[in-house]
């Protein structure tokens, strides 16, 4: 098990970099091979690579795809901008139910800005 934490450690630095240097093409491959061995941070930056159209076409469906994955692993700031992406509809539908479930979760993962929003949307 620590050899594989190891490697997808390896798979992320090298992800990073390649990102650093503009080579996203290359960032794109290592960040989903690492979030296909559900390693959270391989599927945000993934996530957020989409959402803002770095290197790759902007796909805001594709995004939210990776940020839930990102979500269900335990990445609260993923969970967060979900969240958020339903309360503005940001190239998903607007949904004030699935923004609260995102920001509850996000909240109980200790985000406090996650809390504030849950709060919010639930007294509406």
Request: charge should be positive; charged fraction near 25%.
């Amino acid at each position: 098990m620590v050899w594989s934490v190891i490697a997808f450690s390896g798979t992320l630095d090298e992800a990073f970099k390649a990102h650093n240097s503009g080579d996203y093409t290359r960032a794109t491959e290592l960040f989903e091979k690492a979030c296909g061995q559900d390693i959270a941070p391989g599927c945000f930056n993934l996530g957020i690579m989409y959402y803002k159209g770095r290197g790759i076409q902007k796909d805001y469906a594709k995004s939210a795809e990776f940020l839930e994955k990102t979500c269900a692993l335990g990445g609260k700031v993923g969970c967060y901008i979900l969240g958020t992406m339903y309360t503005n509809g940001e190239g998903i539908k607007k949904d004030f139910t699935q923004a609260k479930v995102f920001f509850k979760k996000a909240c109980e993962l200790g985000l406090r800005d996650g809390c504030k929003n849950y709060k919010t949307l639930k007294q509406r």
